[in-house]
């Protein structure tokens, strides 16, 4: 049985967790003697339109623990071995299957959602075939009791040390027979593509058609501050570290759930300029088990370009700006013949380096802007960039920056992806920004908070990029379109994982 999520629940699983899950819905099962969470129910669509496909989120850190250990002790190769060996067993665990997709159905409909059919036909954990992640299954166990998730119930049995669950946290009984998983057609991909930058660390799992088209599963973005004062030490933080590796294991979970068949993480410019990148990698590799591709910023541009790019409709050339935390990539092109340039300038390396007042002083403006100017200089000797015709914009700074001239009541991907802004409409939204405190910036409906600092060092690169560009399209006798893309750099990273040619 679901219970109420309260005030001292959620203040509990921040405790927990670091952090509040997204799209929780309740409480799906406490601990007997203290009637704190154990596991949460979540909402298959997050209110940004994001399927999400994990219904039960295991927060206890010491369930969390065991499932971890179990896991680096082969217990999930071990029960796949069972799965293989025992038909009564395989069978349970499909039954298992269809119980998730039945609780997830009716907790989606309790919350007023219609059918999430990205996911309507994946449950978790790798069921009904496989085991993949033992903190899936462990809070399906919990929630629906015993004798539903028969691989679930077996870990628990295995585990010492934690709260007993309270008795009455049951969800709906398992339907009596379960039918198979519709499969994806043959030659379409199922990517699952991380991209690890200065500011944040994000995830899209997605099935990519032979044409090209991409279906979403999961667009996930933590901010991280892996570059927190890179620019200055050279090194990550341990705490940034410590951040990132956290995530990292967030993100296992869901995309275990999803079982893609190629992943790849990118990580981009803080790690390309840090002495200790090696723990970094160790730490990533040990968490996803995939090795981490620390790629230079020519690659970036190429792999930011494919994504901000496809289907796009609009004049050419077409010149894609894609600002991150530490660096900021311009590369122009069309129909496969592009040139970039990566520069050394991103909202957290000149907030860190610049902004010591908040809200920042006319002076500190002026130097950030001062290095913006000598960033693009180098980059017109490497990018022709008066032939653009159509400026695409992509990431976070940029799409906030969007929001900020849409005056949006809450950040809305669709709203702002396509958009058209107008030169005068960034350099005022940028100066608005630049005018707040990072409190009242933190305010704004469309903020993400974790962004609240930086923004004002972000969107002041973003509209004195935009000048500059502007400047030399109309020098050289053309006009220029400016344009905000929700693809970025993970589209061309999940594009390039289904080419053939790549």
Request: aromatic share 4%; with cysteine; hydrophobic share 45%.
């Amino acid at each position: 049985m679901i219970t109420p999520c309260t005030d001292a629940d959620r203040e509990r699983i921040r405790e927990q967790l670091g952090r509040m899950p997204r799209g929780v819905v309740g409480v799906a099962a406490r601990a007997a003697s203290t009637g704190e969470p154990l596991v949460v129910a979540t909402a298959p669509r997050l209110e940004d339109g994001t399927p999400f496909p994990t219904t039960y989120y295991l927060t206890h850190p010491d369930y969390v623990a065991e499932c971890s250990r179990m896991e680096a002790g082969g217990a999930m190769a071990e029960f796949s071995t069972l799965l293989a060996e025992d038909e009564e067993l395989r069978a349970a665990y499909a039954r298992a299957h269809t119980a998730y997709l039945a609780d997830r159905a009716r907790i989606g409909a309790e919350a007023g959602l219609d059918e999430v059919a990205e996911v309507k036909d994946f449950s978790a954990g790798g069921m009904p075939t496989r085991v993949k992640c033992l903190h899936a299954l462990v809070g399906h166990s919990l929630a629906a009791g015993p004798g539903v998730n028969p691989v679930g119930d077996l870990a628990l049995s295995r585990m010492t040390g934690v709260p007993a669950v309270e008795q009455d946290a049951t969800s709906a009984a398992a339907p009596a027979a379960a039918p198979a998983a519709a499969a994806t057609p043959a030659e379409t991909v199922r990517t699952a593509a991380f991209d690890c930058g200065t500011n944040s660390l994000r995830l899209l799992v997605a099935d990519v058609a032979p044409d090209g088209t991409l279906t979403e599963l999961a667009r996930e973005m933590r901010v991280v501050r892996l570059g927190q004062g890179v620019d200055a030490t050279g090194e990550f933080a341990p705490e940034a570290l410590e951040r990132t590796f956290a995530v990292c294991e967030e993100y296992a979970r869901i995309v275990e759930s999803l079982a893609p068949q190629r992943r790849r993480f990118v990580a981009t410019s803080a790690s390309r300029d840090v002495r200790n990148r090696e723990t970094f990698i160790a730490g990533v590799r040990e968490r996803l088990g995939i090795e981490p591709e620390v790629i230079e910023g020519a690659e970036e541009a190429q792999l930011s370009f494919r994504g901000a790019t496809a289907g796009l409709d609009a004049p050419g050339p077409h010149l894609v700006m894609d600002l991150g935390g530490g660096s900021t990539e311009l590369v122009v092109g069309l129909g496969g013949a592009e040139t970039g340039h990566s520069m050394n300038i991103g909202c957290v390396r000149l907030f860190e380096r610049w902004l010591r007042h908040d809200p920042p002083t006319a002076e500190e403006l002026a130097a950030l802007r001062a290095d913006v100017e000598q960033a693009f200089a180098e980059a017109s000797a490497h990018v022709d960039i008066a032939s653009a015709r159509t400026l695409v914009g992509v990431a976070g700074t940029i799409t906030t920056v969007a929001a900020a001239v849409l005056e949006l009541p809450a950040y809305d991907r669709e709203a702002i992806h396509g958009s058209v802004l107008g030169r005068e409409q960034i350099v005022a939204a940028a100066d608005r920004l630049a005018a707040m405190t990072a409190e009242e910036r933190r305010s704004l409906p469309y903020m993400h908070p974790g962004r609240a600092d930086v923004i004002a060092a972000g969107a002041q690169v973003f509209a004195r990029l935009v000048e500059l560009i502007d400047d030399a399209v109309a020098g050289a006798g053309g006009s220029l379109e400016i344009r905000v893309s929700e693809s970025d750099i993970l589209d061309g990273i999940a594009l390039g994982l289904a080419d053939p040619a790549d």
